[in-house]
């Protein structure tokens, strides 16, 4: 079984505090996704990476950094954390393209932020 | 452009009664993939069904089935004899190619399932 997992359920911070989302997977899997879920929005891609200590623009990349210095582990950075940013916040994992598949992206649980 | 379109934001049924999911999507690639997802109260997504462009065989797994059909760009989902536990979230996603060597799923806004007791 594919197992991704979110440092943290809830969260709350204050606005202008740094911020860690911290996502593990044990699939070995090379890519890997934060996506942030609103009401009305549906999943929007913040950042993804496809290898150690590579990371491409999502949709919505303003705000938020990444890090990925490990291929198990890849972290969600908001800089300054405004309360625009309070959501839903969503890492997944799948195999790369050169695998043939399956492509399907595996979820964690979800960490919902709130930024007062 | 690629798009994933389910019009139904909400859909409220009696348990027992068949539902079925819409998803019609958009893309410029020949060779694609689409996907279902559930994402229970609990908020983790969870992943139902893969279908690759190439196969337009539909697909039952239980009470669940799929009807793939290109000539529509549609992808539906239903549920037979629905039940309690299937209130949830539904999620139609399509994986198209995004640049380079980069894959993307972008995903539809979501169905809102409720079934009442």
């Known amino acids: 079984d594919v197992k991704v997992t979110q440092s943290s359920r809830y969260l709350v911070k204050r606005t202008g505090e740094k911020v860690f989302l911290e996502c593990v997977q044990d699939m070995d899997h090379e890519n890997m996704f934060w996506y942030r879920q609103d009401p009305g929005l549906g999943l929007r891609l913040i950042y993804f990476?496809?290898?150690?200590?590579?990371?491409e623009k999502g949709d919505i990349p303003e705000g938020y950094s990444v890090s990925r210095e490990k291929k198990e582990r890849f972290s969600l950075i908001l800089e300054s954390a405004s309360t625009n940013q309070t959501s839903m916040y969503l890492c997944?994992?799948?195999?790369?393209?050169?695998?043939?598949?399956?492509?399907?992206?595996?979820f964690g649980p979800g960490t919902r932020l709130t930024v007062t | 452009a690629q798009k994933v379109t389910q019009a139904q934001t909400e859909i409220s049924v009696v348990e027992k009664e068949d539902v079925t999911l819409d998803c019609v999507y958009e893309t410029r690639d020949t060779t694609y993939y689409l996907f279902w997802y559930k994402q229970p109260p609990s908020g983790e997504l969870v992943f139902l069904i893969r279908?690759?462009?190439?196969?337009?065989q539909n697909e039952i797994s239980g009470r669940y089935s799929w009807n793939f059909q290109k000539s529509t760009s549609s992808f539906n989902f239903t549920i037979t004899a629905s039940q309690v536990v299937d209130s949830a979230v539904y999620f139609c996603?399509?994986?198209?190619?995004?640049?380079?060597?980069?894959?993307?799923?972008?995903f539809g806004k979501g169905t809102l399932l409720t079934v009442n007791p």
């Open positions: 990476s496809y290898d150690v200590k590579m990371k």
């Open positions: 997944a994992s799948s195999l790369p393209r050169t695998s043939g598949g399956p492509y399907e992206q595996y």
């Open positions: 996603a399509l994986r198209f190619h995004s640049g380079g060597s980069n894959y993307k799923l972008t």
């Open positions: 279908r690759n462009s190439f196969d337009e």
